[in-house]
Nanobody, 122 residues
Framework: QVQVVESGGGLVQAGGSLRLSCAAS????????VAWFRQAPGKEREFVAA????????NYLDSVKGRFTISRDYSKNTVYLQMNSLKPEDTAVYYC???????????????WGQGTQVTVSS
């Protein structure tokens, strides 16, 4: 069982930056794919980014390419989502998820955090 804990959300103006962190407790992320999803009010949960265990494979939602970067720090057992040039449409609850398979659908992932709110004001 992997306990996933997100942090780093907050309120930022359009054009600003935030860095979200996803840490594993109870166990490490060893061997796991880690992904970020987001859900805005009244909308379905959507894939944002994923990174393989090796770190060599990453995928992004088209609308965040060039603005968001997913990375992992093995020494800290943490995955980051660096978000730059934020837009109001990025406002959502962001969730971190971990699983043994690589994919862009939420059903792929077994372990989920509670989410962290990101609000981008115009």
């Amino acid at each position: 069982q992997v306990q996933v804990v997100e942090s780093g959300g907050g309120l930022v103006q359009a054009g600003g930056s935030l860095r979200l962190s996803c840490a594993a407790s109870e166990r490490t992320f060893t061997g796991y794919v880690v992904a970020w999803f987001r859900q805005a009010p009244g909308k379905e949960r959507e894939f944002v980014a994923a990174i393989s265990w090796s770190g060599y494979m990453t995928n992004y939602l088209d609308s965040v390419k060039g603005r968001f970067t997913i990375s992992r720090d093995y020494s800290k057992n943490t995955v980051y989502l660096q978000m730059n040039s934020l837009k109001p449409e990025d406002t959502a609850v962001y969730y971190c998820a971990a699983g043994e398979k690589y994919g862009t659908t939420w059903l792929t992932y077994d372990y989920w955090g509670q989410g962290t709110q990101v609000t981008v004001s115009s």
